[in-house]
């Protein structure tokens, strides 16, 4: 359920901001009172912008007004450019390496920031913009665990319907964790990459 008093704050801020209430700004409303869960993280704003008719400048503007005020955050992706995989995810571009493993294509490349990165933007898991409640908090937050060539996922994926029959035969690594706002050890499970903690 969305918190409409909240979401309507940061909405006027961000209009505030871009000096006005655009198109732009109602469709990006609309889509987070009414996209499931699993859309509202890593939104590409070039789909966005196709998806709802937009000139793609004005929709990477208004992402970024959402993001300066907090309603969304904003990720760089470095994707592979034999198979199309994420190999990296990074919070600012100062952090990219020079040379990047694709654990899908087993080989190392370099890392061409050119042609290869995508920028993704997700509804800000931070508690004090709970627009959800937990599911997209703990989503976020496992997502985050996750490193190149990693599945992390919960308890609540491993007992649901059809999910356990595809996990049986493959190695899984699970611990607890303590994520960031969310009370109390959290078990998460592991394939594929390294150590959790």
């Known amino acids: 359920m969305v918190n409409e008093a909240l979401l309507a704050e ?17 469709a990006l409303a609309s889509f987070v009172r009414t996209a499931g869960d699993e859309a509202l993280v890593r939104i590409n704003p070039v789909h966005f912008a196709q998806q709802h008719g937009f000139a793609t400048g004005a929709v990477v503007e208004m992402f970024l007004h959402a993001r300066k005020l907090g309603l969304l ?16 995810r990074l919070a600012s571009l100062t952090s990219a390496a020079a040379h990047t493993f694709c654990q899908v294509c087993s080989v190392e490349r370099d890392a061409d ?29 496992v997502q985050a665990l996750a490193g190149a060539g990693e599945i992390i996922f919960t308890d609540d994926i491993v007992v649901s ?8 035969d493959l190695p ?3 611990s607890d964790v ?8 959290l078990r998460v499970h592991r394939i594929g990459g390294g150590d959790l903690t």
């Open 161 to 168: 319907q059809g999910a356990a029959e595809r996990v049986t």
């Open 178 to 185: 303590q994520l960031k706002g969310i009370a109390g050890d």
């Open 172 to 174: 899984i690594a699970s």
């Open 113 to 141: 920031l050119s042609d290869f990165i995508e920028v993704t933007f997700s509804v800000s898991p931070d508690d004090r913009l709970d627009y959800f409640g937990q599911t997209v908090n703990i989503a976020a937050r």
């Open 73 to 88: 955050t904003m990720e760089w992706q470095y994707v592979c450019p034999g198979c199309g995989e994420i190999v990296e």
């Open 10 to 26: 940061k909405l006027a801020e961000i209009a505030a901001a871009a000096g006005r209430a655009s198109e732009v700004l109602r």
